[in-house]
């Protein structure tokens, strides 16, 4: 059974959506991670003094003068539009070894570019080791599969169980457990539940969901065996 854990360890690479992005400050927890930005989201990083290792996209969104004559980035045109720029971020990461990845600016701006991310996520996670979403609400969202016990939880802390579409779970540990029960999107989700004992365990039977929790950044979780 895999455990969740917070620690200090860095993610491979960081990718950073074009939606609304943290401010510089955050980056300073991760030194020397690899950037990748998604198009336009290369934008906002370079105006806040943040240099990307890569870009990649379609590039109708990046303003080249942002780009600093010294910076050493790698820009990437990737004219497919058949898939976008998140999955082409992804796919980047995967080809380059980088199988831990964090992402931000998973949200904002249209709400349709919001709900494709949700679907591009799930046709590539199961290709990494971990994947991390961080939102700018002190929470994060990891995707699962496969059964899990949450080590680092705390009394009171909310958590969710978003099935994508549907799952059958089992928990132990929550304020409202499960016992072989169904969530299915537009029937019954698993939103705003709560920790009430040490590690709580989530039984993944089948399907797959969407875990969310507290984050404790500069702490990230670590998923293991």
Known sequence: MMHIHFSESLPSAIICLNGTLPNADFYTFFPDCPIIAADGAANTLLLQGIIPSVIIGDLDSFTPSLLPDFSTTTVIKEINQEINDFEK??????????RHILIVGFQG??????????SVLWKLFSRFSSIIIADLH???????????????????????????????????????????EVLELSIREGARNSVSA????????????????????????????
């Open 89 to 98: 971020s992804l796919i980047y990461a995967l080809k380059n070894q980088f």
């Open 138 to 180: 002190n929470r994060i969202g990891i995707p699962f599969d496969q059964s899990f016990i949450f080590s680092s939880a705390k009394i009171g802390e909310i958590i969710s169980l978003i099935p994508s579409p549907s799952a059958l779970i089992t928990t132990k540990g929550l304020t409202w457990n499960l016992q072989k």
């Open 109 to 118: 701006g249209d709400l349709e570019h919001t709900l494709n991310n949700v």
């Open 198 to 225: 040490n590690f709580p365990e989530i039984h993944i039977h089948s399907g797959r969901i969407l875990f969310f929790c507290e984050a404790r950044f500069p702490l990230i979780p670590e998923i293991h065996i």
